[in-house]
T-cell receptor, first 114, second 111 residues
Framework: DGGITQSPKYLFRKEGQNVTLSCEQNLNHDAMYWYRQDPGQGLRLIYY???????QKGDIAEGYSVSREKKESFPLTVTSAQKNPTAFYLC?????????????FGPGTRLTVT | GNSVTQMEGPVTLSEEAFLTINCTYTATGYPSLFWYVQYPGEGLQLLLK?????DKGSNKGFEATYRKETTSFHLEKGSVQVSDSAVYFC??????????FGTGTRLQVFP
């Protein structure tokens, strides 16, 4: 079964700790994305990567970091510099067809920082 | 810049009622347009899409028509079910690798 997996589904951390969210896809897609979702604000783009070993900042990259060492994997690290990290995080991928722009989403990770 | 505006929710309907969720966009050129659906606690799923003016996307009884003259892509369904309760997102692709999403509209359907 092809798809996108995110783990864990729920994550709890203490303030001041870095935490890494996993995202893996076996769809052979070139592009991958990380979004943050807060109530009433829709999805906001954090980082995206169109090819291995390359990534770009999205609209709210401050306090986050990513890597793209393999085509299948695009982990997101939420650092202690992120002022309000509690949110629902969604990973997506796309076959990099600009005209269609269709993205496929994982099930999400809900991060709670106290 | 490019943007998407959706009607605020929640939209509350009885089962078998007619649904319309409004979506308008601002974009240069000829974007592709999408509706995604998010069920509670899950990621987003593509519901339907349209890639050029006057195209009609349809899936699972939902449909939306790409109207360039009114810059709109309103989502409709003739008879909603309780299982349609979810958050619906309108989005556009400006032919790059990025999608621009609206803020989402929550639909609640009661028996």
């Amino acid at each position: 079964d092809g798809g996108i997996t995110q783990s864990p589904k729920y994550l709890f951390r203490k303030e001041g700790q870095n935490v890494t969210l996993s995202c893996e896809q076996n769809l052979n897609h070139d592009a991958m994305y990380w979004y943050r979702q807060d109530p009433g604000q829709g999805l906001r783009l954090i980082y995206y990567s169109q090819i291995v070993n390359d990534f770009q900042k999205g609209d709210i990259a401050e306090g986050y970091s990513v890597s793209r060492e393999k085509k299948e994997s695009f982990p997101l690290t939420v650092t202690s510099a992120q002022k309000n990290p509690t949110a629902f995080y969604l990973c997506a991928s796309s076959p990099r067809t600009p005209k269609l722009g269709e993205q496929y989403f994982g099930p999400g990770t809900r991060l709670t920082v106290t | 810049g490019n943007s998407v505006t959706q009607m605020e929710g929640p939209v509350t309907l009885s089962e078998e009622a007619f649904l319309t969720i409004n979506c308008t966009y601002t974009a240069t050129g000829y974007p592709s347009l999408f509706w995604y659906v998010q069920y509670p606690g899950e990621g987003l799923q593509l519901l339907l899409k349209a890639t050029k003016a006057d195209d009609k996307g349809s899936n699972k009884g939902f449909e939306a028509t790409y109207r360039k003259e009114t810059t709109s892509f309103h989502l409709e369904k003739g008879s909603v079910q309780v299982s349609d309760s979810a958050v619906y997102f309108c989005a556009l692709s400006d032919n790059t690798d990025k999608l621009i999403f609206g803020t989402g509209t929550r639909l609640q359907v009661f028996p």
